[in-house]
């Protein structure tokens, strides 16, 4: 039997009925973002410039998901929270705990077997995944800043990850590249830290900036790697950013810029 809209409409219906109604396709979903809160934590990281831990302040956004399916006058409504550090989507995380009431629903009461009126959450149980399937890419936590971006240059186009700041997108090319190797190193190319290695990288765009890369490579699992950048015009900033160290000169040396700053 297949239920006409009058149907749907009516004050009491059964579990059977009910069933019947969730399996059609004509039903509306509208998913909908609260305004976020925000909040700043300490964290400890591990720093592959100084050799040692550091503790920096990172801003944690959250917020509730609500996705509503509509028919006719039944409405049901899933609620998720979410939580990620700013500008970096791979911290994201959605659940429901804490989150209450997760199911809400709207409609003619729906009896069992017993003749006992079924409430949200117990109804939740005969819904198929998509009454609860978020698209939480919706958020856009990753925020790009484009350098000398150039869709339709001939060059390679980049997007450099940045901790707690923007993406970096740019057209150009890598000029050069060092690294102090992973934990299997050895001899002067070893980091000095069983698990963790530094990785250098300098690129030149389409229009002659330079965007220099840092990155604090892991395989320790209480620890994430370490992105930082910086655009820069000329061999003075590329220093400032990497400084003088072995593995700086390495990479200085490979893109032919003279790490001796004279001071008169």
Request: hydrophobic share 35%; with cysteine; aromatic share 10%.
């Amino acid at each position: 039997m297949i239920l006409a809209d009058k149907d749907v409409a009516m004050k009491t219906i059964s579990l059977d009925q009910f069933e019947e109604i969730i399996a059609r396709s004509d039903w509306v979903r509208l998913q909908e973002f609260d305004t976020p809160n925000d909040s700043e934590y300490d964290q400890i990281v591990w720093n592959n410039k100084t050799q040692d831990h550091d503790c920096i302040r990172v801003t944690k956004i959250y917020g509730l998901v609500r996705l509503t399916s509509t028919l006719n006058d039944m409405r049901i409504t899933y609620t998720e929270g979410y939580a990620y550090d700013q500008y970096m989507p791979e911290t994201l995380i959605s659940n429901t705990d804490g989150i209450e009431p997760v199911w809400e629903y709207e409609g003619p009461d729906v009896v069992d077997e017993d003749g006992e009126i079924l409430n949200a959450h117990e109804l939740a149980d005969y819904l198929p995944g998509e009454f609860s399937e978020l698209d939480l890419e919706k958020l856009e936590i990753e925020e790009i800043s484009d350098v000398d971006f150039d869709k339709d240059s001939d060059m390679e186009t980049f997007v450099l990850d940045i901790d707690n700041e923007p993406n970096i997108r740019f057209s150009g090319e890598l000029i050069a590249s060092a690294s102090s190797s992973d934990n299997s190193a050895s001899g002067s190319d070893y980091s000095g830290q069983s698990g963790r290695w530094t990785e250098l990288k300098l690129y030149k765009t389409v229009g002659g900036k330079f965007i220099c890369h840092r990155i604090g490579r892991t395989t320790w699992s209480v620890e994430r790697e370490q992105f930082s950048g910086k655009v820069c015009t000329n061999n003075e900033e590329i220093i400032d950013f990497f400084g003088n160290g072995w593995l700086s000169k390495k990479l200085f040396k490979e893109a032919g810029i003279e790490s001796v700053i004279d001071i008169e």
